[in-house]
């Protein structure tokens, strides 16, 4: 089936490790996102891609590393420079024109 | 990016009709007005979008004033499994990020 899927569902880490989160789709879409929520807040835009071997800083980029090396896959890495890891992170990706975004069901990262 | 002014909270008995209000006077003349919906403990999901004329799909109907400066969303049946964070969000083509507001918090009650 055509989706977004992020893995894993659930990740911990000790404070100071760096961490990759993973999302992939199949979707053929041009656009992928990078979002963090923490509980009770909307979503915050972290980096976003609009096509392969590109990609912009979100409003929260500080702390985080992304690479677009292939359409399907946009991960995201959360460097120890990022003061509160601990969050829920969402990923979604868009085609061309207005259309929907899909999102994954997230990953909730928990640094101990 | 549009500002939107969303109620915190709204509650609705089961089977009844809901409307959710939002404000965006900000609203640019080509964005169009998205409105997603957040489960709890999952990615959003979008509900549905339009630029000026009402619209209606399978999940609920969206009415936008004329003067574009506010939208309603409204679900005709509001069963359990719609209660969920309402986001509102002006957007202003297929590629530009959608900009989250804290949305609205739907209780239904049985």
């Known amino acids: 089936d055509g989706g977004i899927t992020q893995s894993p569902k659930y990740l911990f880490r000790k404070e100071g490790q760096n961490v990759t989160l993973s999302c992939e789709q199949n979707?053929?879409?041009?656009?992928m996102y990078w979002y963090r929520q923490d509980p009770g807040q909307g979503l915050r835009l972290i980096y976003y891609s609009q096509i392969v071997n590109d990609f912009q800083k979100g409003d929260i980029a500080e702390g985080y590393s992304v690479s677009r090396e292939k359409k399907e896959s946009f991960p995201l890495t959360v460097t120890s420079a990022q003061k509160n890891p601990t969050a829920f992170y969402l990923c979604?990706?868009?085609?061309?024109?207005?259309?929907?975004?899909?999102f994954g069901q997230g990953t909730r990262l928990t640094v101990v | 990016d549009a500002k939107t002014t969303q109620p915190n909270s709204m509650e609705s008995n089961e089977e009844e009709p809901v409307h959710l209000p939002c404000n965006h006077s900000?609203?640019?003349?080509?964005?169009?007005i998205h409105w997603y919906r957040q489960l709890p403990s999952q990615g959003p999901e979008y509900v549905i979008h339009g630029l000026t004329s009402n619209v209606n799909n399978r999940m609920a109907s969206l009415a936008i004033a004329e003067d574009r400066k506010s939208s309603t969303l409204i679900l005709h049946r509001a069963t359990l499994r719609d209660a969920a964070v309402y986001y509102c969000?002006?957007?202003?083509?297929?590629?530009?990020?959608?900009?989250f507001g804290k949305g609205t918090r739907l209780s239904v009650i049985a």
């Open positions: 900000t609203i640019s003349g080509t964005d169009y």
């Open positions: 979707l053929n879409h041009d656009a």
């Open positions: 969000i002006p957007r202003n083509s297929g590629n530009t990020p959608l900009v």
């Open positions: 979604a990706s868009s085609r061309q024109g207005i259309t929907e975004a899909f």
